[in-house]
C-alpha cells in the first residue's frame, strides 16, 4: 500500500500549483488593474515613463560628448499655468551640416563672453532664413539625448535642417514638475514660440520667411497634433492678424510611428492585450485614462489644423501597432477639410527590420523627407487658416496654455 503516500502527495502538489494559480491569477488580472485604475501615479508611470532616464549621466551642457558637433544647449524658461509655476526646458539646437563648424559671424560687440557670442552666432544662422527648421517632439522614456533619437537628428542635420530638440517637464534636465498631457503640450506650444519668435526676430519685413516643421515620434505624435490643434484655436480667433502671423502654423508636421487614441493604443499594444480580453478592462484601464485625461485623442486633433502631414510607420513596429498610424491617416483623410494641406502616409515592410524607433535607418528616408520639407518651403498654412472651424472643446485649453512669455 505504498503507493497511497505518494497518490496524497501528488494531490497535494496538484492543490498548490492550483492555489498558487488563482492567486497569480487574482493578483495579475484583478489587483494590479485596480491599482492601475486607483492610482493617476500609475497611470502616468505607465504612459510617461520618464522615470527612465538612458543615457544616465548625459552632459546636456555638452552634446558633443553625445556624438552631436555644431550644437548648443540652452534652457526655455517661463510660467506654466498648468503648474502654477516657473518651468525650464532643456534644448538642443543643432546646426545644419555646413555650419556644425562655425565659430565666427559679424558681431560688434566684442564685449560678449563665449556662451553669449556662440548664442549670438546660433541665434543669426536661425533666423538667416537659408535652411529649414524642424522641432523634434520625441516619445515617451528617456531624454533627447537617447540613442535612436541622437540617430534621427545626424538623418536631418545630413540634410542641412536645423534641429530643434527638447525634454518636456520631468525628462532630461528639464523641471522635476508632474508630467501630464496638458502640461507637456503647453511645453511644446511654448518651445514652438520660441522658436518663431527667434526665426522672425531678423525677419520682420517678411514674416515667416523660414519655414518651420514639427517632427513627432511615438508618444510625440499625440503631443503635436494635440499642440497644433490648440495653435489653431488661437489663431482661428485671433483678432490680431500681426498675432495670427506670429502664431502661424508649421509648414508640415511629420509623424513617425502615430497612433491614432489612447484608448486604442492600450489595447494594441502588446502589454495592453493580455489584459484586453477581461471583461473589466474598459472599466478599470480606458475609463481610469479617460477620467486622468490621459487620452491623445490625435484622430480628433489631426482634423483641426491645416499643416500638410507626412505619416511613417514600419509594419513590424509592436510598440504602435502599424494599423494604429493607418487608422489616424484614415481619420486626416476623412475629417479634414479639403482646404487643408495633403496627408501623405508612407508605410516601410517588416523585412527592412526598423520597427518602432528605427526609421532613421530607412535607406530612402532621407529623399522622402526632402521631398516633402521642398513641396512645403514657401505654403504657409496661415493663409487658409482664417474663419475655420475648429475643435470648441479646446478653447478651454487655449485659454489655460496660451499667451504665456518667456521669462
Not at 541622437?150 to 545630413?158: F, S, T
Request: aromatic letters at 14%; one cysteine or more; glycine letters at 6%.
Amino acid at each position: 500500500m505504498n503507493w497511497l503516500p505518494k497518490k496524497r502527495l501528488a494531490k497535494r502538489i496538484t492543490f498548490n500549483t492550483l492555489k498558487c494559480g488563482l492567486i497569480g491569477f487574482a493578483i495579475f488580472f484583478g489587483i494590479l488593474p485596480f491599482f492601475f485604475k486607483y492610482s493617476t501615479v500609475i497611470q502616468k508611470g505607465f504612459v510617461f515613463l520618464n522615470f527612465i532616464q538612458y543615457p544616465m549621466n548625459t552632459d546636456f551642457n555638452a552634446p558633443e560628448k553625445s556624438g552631436i558637433n555644431g550644437a548648443r544647449n540652452l534652457y526655455i524658461k517661463y510660467h506654466s499655468n498648468i503648474a502654477s509655476h516657473r518651468v525650464r526646458i532643456g534644448v538642443w539646437h543643432i546646426l545644419p551640416e555646413k555650419y556644425k563648424n562655425w565659430t565666427s559671424v559679424d558681431i560688434d560687440n566684442s564685449a560678449l563672453d563665449k556662451d553669449s557670442r556662440k548664442d549670438a552666432v546660433f541665434d543669426d544662422l536661425l533666423a538667416k532664413g537659408d535652411c529649414p527648421v524642424i522641432l523634434y517632439v520625441h516619445g515617451n522614456a528617456n531624454h533627447r539625448g537617447s540613442g535612436h533619437r541622437l540617430e534621427l537628428y545626424k538623418v536631418l542635420q545630413d540634410l542641412q535642417y536645423h534641429i530643434i530638440a527638447f525634454d518636456y517637464r520631468g525628462y532630461g534636465d528639464s523641471s522635476r514638475s508632474e508630467v501630464t498631457e496638458i502640461g507637456i503640450v503647453e511645453d511644446m506650444i511654448n518651445v514652438y514660440r520660441w522658436v518663431l519668435e527667434k526665426v522672425q526676430s531678423q525677419n520682420t519685413s517678411e514674416r515667416g520667411a523660414v519655414p518651420v516643421y514639427v517632427w513627432g515620434h511615438s508618444l510625440g505624435t499625440g503631443i503635436s497634433t494635440h499642440a497644433l490643434s490648440v495653435l489653431a484655436a488661437d489663431i482661428a480667433t485671433s483678432d490680431n492678424q500681426n498675432d495670427i502671423y506670429q502664431l502661424r502654423e508649421p509648414n508640415g508636421l511629420i509623424l513617425e510611428s502615430p497612433f491614432n487614441n489612447m484608448f486604442d493604443e492600450f489595447e494594441d499594444h502588446f502589454i495592453g492585450k493580455i489584459y484586453s480580453w477581461l471583461p473589466w478592462f474598459d472599466w478599470m484601464i480606458l475609463k481610469a485614462i479617460d477620467k486622468s485625461n490621459i487620452t491623445f485623442k490625435s484622430d480628433e486633433y489631426i482634423t483641426s489644423f491645416a499643416s500638410p502631414v507626412l505619416i511613417l510607420h514600419a509594419k513590424d513596429d509592436f510598440i504602435v501597432p502599424y494599423h494604429l498610424g493607418f487608422k489616424l491617416y484614415n481619420s486626416a483623410i476623412q475629417y479634414r477639410s479639403s482646404e487643408y494641406g495633403e496627408v501623405q502616409f508612407k508605410g516601410f515592410e517588416s523585412s527592412d527590420k526598423l520597427g518602432h524607433k528605427y526609421i532613421c535607418r530607412a535607406q530612402e528616408l532621407p529623399t522622402l523627407i526632402n521631398t516633402f520639407v521642398t513641396k512645403y518651403y514657401r505654403i504657409f498654412p496661415q493663409k487658409i487658416n482664417r474663419g475655420r472651424a475648429y475643435l470648441p472643446w479646446i478653447e478651454g485649453e487655449r485659454q489655460k496654455i496660451l499667451h504665456e512669455k518667456q521669462v
